[in-house]
């Protein structure tokens, strides 16, 4: 018995304690040091423990009288106290510390490719993607295979593309085509994105990072597309005559704006005019 209750948290003498005075009418110390004949200076000691630890009472008077506290109801307190700790040490222990903000630089076609679907594999809520009809090969593979297991995955392609995805918002093609190098964008969970360029003259460049900045911005940017092209396609006669052909009014008060992807964002509502 005093070695079960010694795997409870007791010390020796503590529990040897907590025996002399279980189911007995409430003793003081010098009746207890006679039962387990110990000096009371130590038996004393023992008992404040127990009352500390909460598995006996102290009964003020001359002199202190001590009671031990039901079997049950010790084993209930230790049972909720295990538990809250044992609780509180999966929280601290399983939750990692947010990882610093921090911005990797792919180069190649097989570091970027290998990249994009590592990235899409591990997804686990929502994908956020934005690229050309002629690279969707790149992560097509790896973006079926998220929606599959349940993982959102919202495609925006510029060009039509023939594809099993079924979130899908298609742009028309720019005039011109795809330029030399088409650039592309993949946000995931809201906490990690790739963005790079693929070309078929150089080889692909990709910065993978999780700052906060580069994560809102391309939040942002699919929401100003996705709003811009519903926009579009309710208003577009009344926009074209307010702002002229592909917002020339504003493009002439705006000349900072003038810029080859910019034209390729303008560009993209053609179809809709």
Known sequence: MIEALRKLGLSDLEARCYLALHGQQPSSGYEVSKQVSVSRSNVYA????????????????????????????????????????????????????????????????????????????????EILVDLWAEDLHWVEESLLAAQRRGTAVHLMVIGEAQTE??????????????????????????????????SRHAPATALESNHPAVLNVLQTSYFHDVVMMRIENDFARELEERYGKDYALIRREHPEMHSENLNTFISRKDDLL
């Open 46 to 125: 023992a008992l404040r423990g127990l009352v500390e630890k909460g598995v006996c009472r102290a009964e003020e008077g001359e002199p202190v009288r001590f009671a031990a506290i039901p079997i049950g109801q010790v084993v209930k307190l230790l049972q909720s106290e295990f538990e809250r700790t044992a609780r509180l040490l999966e929280s601290e222990l399983t939750t990692l510390p947010d990882s610093p903000p921090f911005f990797s630089n792919w180069k190649g076609d097989q570091q970027v490719d290998l990249a994009l679907r590592r990235l899409a594999a591990n997804a686990r809520e």
């Open 165 to 198: 995805l079924t979130r899908v918002i298609v742009h028309s093609v720019p005039p011109g085509g795809p330029h030399k190098s088409r650039n592309f964008s993949m946000l995931l969970d809201k906490e990690t994105a790739i963005l790079g360029s693929l």
